[in-house]
C-alpha cells in the first residue's frame, strides 16, 4: 500500500502563507497522479490541487488559482503545496492523495489518502 504522510498546516492570518509537504512511503510514486483535497467543519471534502506523474500538467481548483502552487519530487517521492495569500475561507484540513489511474480519477476519487494536515486562516 502507499501510505502518505503531511506536514505543515498551522496558524496563519489572512494573508500570510504555509508549505505543505507530503511524504510517501511504500511504494515510489513516480507513475502515480498526486494531488491535494481539503475538509472544511460541516462541509464536504473538494479538490484543491492536482499533478500528473512527469509534472508537466497541473489543474487547481477555481478557488485556489493564482494562490496555490502544487509540486513534486520524484527523487525525495514528495508532493507539496506552496499556498500564498491565505484567506479564513481556506481554513480547512488537508489531505495528501495519489491515485495510479487517471487524472480525473485522481480529482474525484481517489486511492490513497494521508491523515491530513489543518490550517487555520484568522481574519
Known amino acids: 500500500q502507499v501510505q502518505l504522510v503531511e506536514s505543515g498546516g498551522g496558524f496563519v492570518h489572512t494573508g500570510g502563507s504555509l508549505r505543505l509537504s507530503c511524504a510517501a512511503s511504500?511504494?515510489?510514486?513516480?507513475?502515480?497522479?498526486l494531488g491535494w483535497f481539503r475538509q472544511a467543519p460541516g462541509k464536504e471534502r473538494e479538490f484543491v490541487a492536482g499533478i500528473n506523474w512527469t509534472g508537466d500538467y497541473t489543474n487547481y481548483a477555481d478557488s485556489v488559482k493564482g494562490r496555490f502552487t502544487i509540486s513534486r519530487d520524484n527523487a525525495e517521492n514528495a508532493v507539496f503545496l506552496q499556498m500564498n495569500s491565505l484567506t479564513p475561507e481556506d481554513t480547512a484540513v488537508y489531505y495528501c492523495?495519489?491515485?495510479?489511474?487517471?487524472?480525473?480519477?485522481?480529482?474525484?476519487?481517489?486511492?490513497?489518502w494521508g491523515q491530513g494536515t489543518p490550517v487555520t486562516v484568522s481574519s
Open positions: 511504500g511504494r515510489t510514486l513516480s507513475a502515480y497522479n
Open positions: 492523495t495519489a491515485d495510479p489511474g487517471g487524472f480525473r480519477q485522481m480529482m474525484s476519487r481517489p486511492a490513497y
